[in-house]
């Protein structure tokens, strides 16, 4: 079993809906729970990151953590075409020299 | 503020032959980061570097890939000789020491043929 699993895609939804991305993971030492997003050809942009368990905001998006079930979720409010790239999750633990462990990611388009 | 820079942005070699990568982190940012993503998959980290010390290397294939970083700002990672299986992309991140606050380039596109 790979340590962090995502939900396989891709994924097409039409503009204004909303989005669930979804990450499943193994390791109980992960203390920090990352989304990236990917442009195409372009580097990994942090998004957002949460510590331990609950929900975070930021604009249109929202990420939830729920260790007990070993699964985190970024929700897109309100999707817009500009949100179409790959989205991945990473997780880490909180120790000095944690390293972050990627999702395979997710190719999500969002079509006007 | 600059991001972090890499070059060359694509390579394309055959395999057997030797190639260079470049990083120049964000200006403060002490901890170096090279990642390896192969098409469709998540970025593998290669390599941390703790300004000029290697704090993790577990995942680097040491008989080709070699990495450095001296005085402790820009970095290379270099592989030789290349193989078929080589072909990803390499992306170099940094961040002030925070794991879950890592900042990537552009990312090295190689094609070994």
């Known amino acids: 079993q790979k340590e962090v699993e995502q939900d396989p895609g891709p994924l097409s939804v039409p503009e204004g809906a909303i989005v669930s991305l979804n990450c499943t993971y193994s390791n109980s030492a992960f203390q920090y729970f990352m989304w990236y997003r990917q442009y195409s050809r372009k580097g990994p942009e942090l998004l957002m990151y949460t510590y331990s368990s609950g929900n975070k905001e930021d604009g249109r998006f929202t990420a939830q953590v729920d260790k007990s079930s070993k699964y985190i979720s970024l929700f897109i409010r309100d999707s817009q075409p500009s949100d179409s790239a790959t989205y991945l999750c990473a997780m880490s633990g909180a120790g000095a020299n944690s390293k972050l462990t990627f999702g395979k990611g997710i190719t999500l388009s969002v079509r006007p | 503020e600059a991001g972090v820079a890499q070059s060359p942005r694509y390579k394309i070699i055959e395999k057997r032959q030797s190639v260079a990568f470049w990083c120049n982190p964000i200006?403060?940012?002490?901890?170096l980061y090279w990642y390896q993503q192969i098409l469709g998959q998540g970025p593998k980290l290669l390599i941390q570097f703790q300004n000029n010390g290697v704090v993790d290397d577990s995942q680097l294939p040491k008989d080709r890939f070699s990495a450095e970083r001296l005085k402790g700002v820009d970095s290379t990672l270099k592989i030789q000789p290349a193989k078929l299986e080589d072909s990803a992309v390499y992306l170099c991140a940094s961040s002030l020491g925070l794991v879950h606050e890592q900042f990537f380039g552009p990312g090295t596109r190689l094609t070994v043929l």
């Open positions: 200006s403060g940012h002490a901890t």
